[in-house]
């Protein structure tokens, strides 16, 4: 069944598990989440970004996830927009039938300049205003995803800067967060604690310095009511890494956020921990290796089942990881 954001964080706050956010582009992603959560019990957070839209188009999107439900109607789903960058788009995926919405009013419109706390604070509750007025869910951002290492936004390949962000707008400050929340009435709330999108976040396995963990239970602290969401938190398995390399592929050293640091986080609010490069880099290394094995074959459901597998069975290990089998 289609359900609220708010319905499944509230539960998971009740029973203190988290639960993961896959972004979700095409079949073979959606098949592989919801195997997972099938064999897991757990309940399901999906999300579309901008560029998902533009990938599949938004009505493929929207009738993928609604077969999703249909396919699995004991298992309750979460239809989020990711990085909802205007009120207005957030109120499009509200038309197409989303049950939850991301305004990240922590960026400007062009969803790359950071932006001051007025102007968040306003389209954000713009946002909750409407989106609540029919049942549907909102998450804000407070504070702006990079690294603490190299103050980048993150980056697509490991080499150049998107922008470079000064060290306060990288933490999540906590008296800014409680008072956003107030000011907002937001259902979630997703915090800079030094994580950034893609598979370059660290150079080296991180110490508490670059990801902050403690900037979470600060937060969790001063907003013990507030549904907690962890951005960047892939964790850029190095097993997937050595099978990419070893298959052709040349990714460059990188880690991620080791999963029992967020497991430490979900000890302190954590509800919703989004997560879409470990998905691409299984699914990569899966094809990669599939192809390079197998030189005759040429049915592509032969290798998208490979991939289809290697991404459940990251789902399966996040569902477990985080406590939420056997939740749905
Ligand atoms: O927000 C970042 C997600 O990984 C979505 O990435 O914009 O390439 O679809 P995307
Ligand atoms: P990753 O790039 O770490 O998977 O983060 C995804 C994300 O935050 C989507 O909003
Ligand atoms: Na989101
Ligand atoms: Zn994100």
């Avoid at 203190?16 to 195997?35: D, T």
């Avoid at 789903?77 to 957030?90: A, E, I, N, R």
């Avoid at 080296?204 to 013990?224: C, M, N, S």
Wanted: with cysteine; charged share 25%; proline share 5%.
């Amino acid at each position: 069944a289609l359900v609220s954001m708010r319905q499944l964080l509230d539960h998971a706050a009740e029973f203190s598990y988290g639960l993961p956010a896959f972004n979700v582009n095409n079949l073979e992603q959606m098949r592989a989440i919801m195997e997972a959560a099938d064999k897991c019990d757990a309940p399901v957070i999906v999300q579309a970004s901008a560029g998902a839209r533009k990938y599949a188009g938004a009505p493929f999107l929207r009738h993928m996830i609604l077969a999703a439900i249909e396919e699995f109607p004991h298992i309750p789903v979460v239809m989020h927009q990711d990085h909802g960058t205007s009120p207005d788009v957030c109120q499009r995926s509200i038309q197409l039938g989303f049950s939850s919405v991301m305004m990240d009013g922590s960026l400007k419109s062009d969803g790359k300049t950071p932006a001051d706390y007025a102007y968040n604070a306003d389209v954000t509750r713009t946002v909750v205003n409407f989106a609540h007025a029919c049942g549907v869910s909102v998450e804000g951002e407070i504070g702006c995803l990079g690294s603490l290492e190299t103050g980048m936004a993150g980056e697509e390949d490991g080499v150049g800067a998107e922008g470079v962000l000064d060290h306060s707008q990288l933490l999540t400050d906590p008296e800014e967060a409680a008072q956003f929340v107030k000011d907002t009435g937001v259902d979630a709330l997703a915090i800079a604690i030094g994580t950034s999108h893609g598979a370059y976040k660290f150079t080296k396995k991180p110490t508490g310095d670059v990801l902050r963990i403690d900037r979470i239970k600060e937060i969790h602290a001063r907003i013990p009511n507030t549904h907690l969401v962890m951005h960047g938190s892939s964790s850029v398995p190095q097993e997937w890494l050595k099978i990419i390399n070893e298959f052709g592929g040349e990714m460059p050293e990188t880690y991620g956020v080791p999963v029992e640091e967020i497991v430490e986080g979900i000890k302190y609010g954590v509800r919703k921990v989004n997560i879409d490069t470990d998905l691409r880099l299984a699914s990569t290394g899966a094809v990669r290796r599939f192809l390079a094995e197998h030189p005759k074959e040429f049915d592509p459901r032969k290798f998208l089942i490979a991939s289809t597998n290697a991404m459940r069975d990251i789902c399966i290990a996040r569902y477990e990881a985080f406590g939420a089998c056997g939740q749905a």
